[in-house]
């Protein structure tokens, strides 16, 4: 079947790559296209801002790499708010007689007692420094292992909130219970009773776990299948501890990402982060749409998803026993490979990008330009200081894709090292200057490379360059239309840039309005989940619609 005849025959009134707009507005030569019902969703949308943190995240606070101070340095370049996550506990931690085992037992007792002799209270005193209202924000938080149960953060929004001891997750919970506290899973999909998450300490109405986190560096929890497979030591993926098992329970919560990085580097792209529904950059307003579910997770690009059914949006719950009005309009940061609609256990309805987007055409142009930076042969870092600069037109958004080093736990006789922090020295509308530092991909599956995500209005002949480290390469948004460019600085196995495909509005945006009349269960649940070309991925939390 054609991929265009199964949009149609899966319910979509299609309006189409480019047609719906963005999330902030609708602004389409298409609009008179779109159902008042979504025309009068777009423009309450656009007072709704979507913010960007990691809120579960690790440096040498207690185990990791990288001091604190750096971690937070590199977050505000990248995020708007952000928690780094001492461990602070492990009340079932098993005893081996296996000398390896116990040397992974004994680092985390260690971890532990520093917090306790005056770690947390010093750690507590630097997050509380570093907040900034209005532009980066800071919530504290630690975390509790356990076999049975599995790995939770408790986040906190207040920094009085004590480091309490606990028996057990469920015990942490009742410890903190009164205060403003979330206690989320984390890594859910490893075996149960073996740090996987347990299902049946779910409590539906639980207002301290409104959400969990789906995705992070050890991989992806939606089900079992699928991309971003269980590799770390701790075990394969198994649905037991799912967010499709938790779901067909019955269970309502919303998803999230973060990184759960331990070489502090909050925010590392492609580890994960959590989008916040909320009308300003507030920590009362961020609390409280945590506290609703309207949240959302992607792997690294900040692709915007505006879903809802029959008037509330992601995260809610809504009675409509005939028709399902489900809306969805996606803003993605590079091709769209396709957006699902998964209702219960299948996809209902999926819309695709194309496989290659028409040249645009117009005196001014958008399109996402994204630019790479890495590839080195060498251990040593390389370190990029320069400028990237457009001929004409302007720099619309600059969306950084800084990564950390690729590091989840540690190993015996590892050195500690000092986080070398990418920052964004100086933007304007034509130029933006950085200074980055790449490392060697330590495999062929992993990348280590920096970048930057450019959202650009300017003529196609127009040139965008990069100047770095005494060479130039400039090439016109025309030819990176066409396909990618790439260039090595100083020959064969040395480091190199890349500049990606550019991507033209009718690949990055999408938007479809339907009707399902199709009521499955007495509570049927609905979410979104965009895939671009590049294997960035993004989820909106589900809506629950009952009879």
Known sequence: MDRRDFVKTSGWSVLGLAAAGSLLGCGSQDSKRIPAEARERFAKMRDIRIWWGDVHNHCNV???????????????????????????????????????MEWVMNYHREAFARLRRGGFEKYVQMMRE??????????????????????????????????????????????????????????????TGFRGYNWAAFKDGDEMTPFVEM???????????????????????????SVQYGLEQGHKFGLMCSTDQHAGYPGSYGDGRIGVFAPELDKDSLWEAMGKRHVMGVTGD???????????????????PGKRRIFVNVEAQNYIDYVDVVKNTGVISRLDGPF?????????????????????????????????????????????????AAFTSPQPGETAFKTRVNKVLSKDERNVRLEMYSSK????????????LLDVEMPLDATITTNFNGKSF???????????????????????????RAAPESAFLAGAFFTDDKPERDTDYYYVRVRQRDGQWAWSSPIWVER
Request: with cysteine; hydrophobic share 35%; aromatic share 10%.
């Open 62 to 100: 207690t185990y990791g790499h990288g001091d604190l101070v750096d971690a937070l340095a590199a977050a505000r370049e990248q995020l708007d708010f952000c928690s780094v996550t001492p461990h602070a506990m492990w009340p079932d931690m098993p005893h081996y007689d296996d000398p390896g």
């Open 130 to 191: 570093w907040n900034d209202p209005e532009r980066f924000l800071t919530f504290i938080s630690y975390e509790c292992h356990s076999m049975e149960h599995g790995d939770h953060v408790a986040l906190c929004r207040d920094y009085d909130t004590p480091l309490v001891e606990c028996e057990s997750v469920p015990d942490l919970k009742e410890k903190l219970r009164g205060r403003r506290v979330y206690v989320t899973p984390h890594h859910m999909g490893y075996i």
């Open 215 to 241: 995705f992070s560096r050890h991989g992806l929890a939606e089900t079992d299948m699928g991309d971003y497979d269980y590799l770390h030591d701790m075990g394969p993926r198994a649905y037991e501890g």
């Open 302 to 320: 900040k692709i915007k998803i505006d879903f809802g059914i029959n008037g509330v949006c992601g995260g809610d719950v809504v009675k409509a």
């Open 356 to 404: 290659v987007a028409e040249m645009p055409q117009g005196d001014t142009v958008r399109a996402k330009v994204k630019i790479d930076f890495g590839w080195n042969r060498e251990t040593e870092y390389v370190h990029w200081l320069g400028d990237v600069v457009l001929s004409e037109g302007r720099i619309r958004d600059l969306q950084t894709c800084f990564r950390g």
């Open 441 to 452: 991909n330590p495999n062929t599956m992993t990348p280590a490379t920096q970048g930057i």
């Open 474 to 500: 400039s090439h016109s948004l025309r030819e990176l239309l066409q396909g990618s460019r790439a260039h090595f600085m100083r020959g064969w196995l040395s480091e190199a840039i890349r500049f990606n």
